[in-house]
């Protein structure tokens, strides 16, 4: 069965940092995209990032930038997103996707993890 689970999500001081991981099982993602999205309260969910796989190239929203940064350790099959300098804004639940192409849209993405909490304290 094909996994992703998300961990590292908590409660932070505004300006403090937190890592969160995506652990992928079942199969191999050398051929994808693995990508970061965020859904807050009465918000859609929106692209934070995503790395190639296999080349480790990273994209990142505007709203992140500078502060996120997305890497992956491919024996472990695991991807992380660092995040520091938080906002409040930042405030989310962190979900881990896979995709064949490089999009910011949910829904063309074939795998997804459950999600793990962020809460950004102002």
């Known amino acids: 069965q094909v996994q992703l689970v998300e961990s590292g999500g908590g409660l932070v001081q505004a300006g403090g940092s937190l890592k969160l991981s995506c652990a992928a099982s079942?199969?191999?993602?050398?051929?994808?995209?693995m990508g970061w999205f965020r859904q807050a309260l009465g918000k859609e969910r929106e692209f934070v990032g995503a790395?190639?796989?296999?080349?480790?190239?990273?994209y990142y929203a505007d709203s992140v930038k500078g502060r996120f940064t997305i890497s992956r350790d491919n024996a472990k099959n695991t991807m992380y997103l660092l995040m520091n300098n938080l906002k409040a804004e930042d405030t989310a639940i962190y979900s881990c996707?896979?995709?064949?192409?490089?999009?910011?849209?949910?829904?063309?993405?074939?795998?997804w993890g459950q999600g793990t909490q962020v809460t950004v304290s102002s």
């Open positions: 996707a896979a995709d064949r192409v490089l999009t910011i849209t949910p829904g063309s993405y074939d795998y």
């Open positions: 079942g199969r191999t993602f050398s051929g994808y995209y």
């Open positions: 790395i190639s796989w296999s080349r480790g190239s990273t």
